[in-house]
């Protein structure tokens, strides 16, 4: 048992000396400063979302997504509309280097195909918003936004709301957690100025779930996010409540699918 364990050494030994000797030193550098970088990504903590409210994190550049939500109406709805739906497509533009990066959104909040007046009704109601990173490490990430920046149909009257948002992300033993903190002028569901924080856990070994409490200027929203496939697509699927505890009388299921591309 010891000669075999000793001729497995020996082999291995070998193998990696003989691997390790033919390369320069420059490439061994180079293999070195790789593996290092590689194995303190694993160990740092990431910015990662938080459900309901915005965290201080921006899309990668040149990266974007476009998703589509469903949701249930407080007073029931109708039978025409039994549910809200609506759609929105975000997008990280490349900026120069040591500048701000620049996230645009189009949300469109009418998605139904018979309009308001009979017509054609898919984009009817929609807005245009902005985010900013002006502050951004591995672990943490301020950022500066306008919800609603340009609007046009039912979507004017929804109050142009701007904030500022802080992430920070850390690491307790087997979970990633991002905690945000932000401020918004008009942050209420009914335009008030207010603050909001969230909190989001992800388990380490499971990277593409994540879990999110958060308190949004008046009520408090709960739900998960998980990546998944569906026809050899890769999706992200977030579910949860707003206005969970049923503080303002309007707790409502919220479903959204959303695509990276």
Known sequence: MRASALVFSLLLVSGLNSAV????????????ETRLKYHRSLATPRVGANFGVPNGSTLPPLQGFISGSIAEISDGGSVDTPFDASASIGYGIRMPQNFPSLDVY????SVNPIGANGGFGFGEDGNFSVKSTVIKSDTYAIALGINNLFAWGEAKKAPQNVYISGSKAVRIRDFDLTY?????????RSGKPGEFLGVAAKPIRFE????????NADRWMFGFSSITSFWD??????AGFDDVFDTLNSRRAILTIAKVF
């Open 106 to 109: 189009l949300g469109i909040t």
């Open 180 to 188: 945000t903190v932000g401020y918004g002028r008009e942050q209420s």
């Open 21 to 32: 000797w033919s390369q320069s030193p420059a490439d061994l550098k180079d293999i070195l």
């Open 208 to 215: 593409s779930t994540s879990f999110g409490l958060s308190y």
């Open 233 to 238: 697509r890769s999706l992200t699927v977030s």
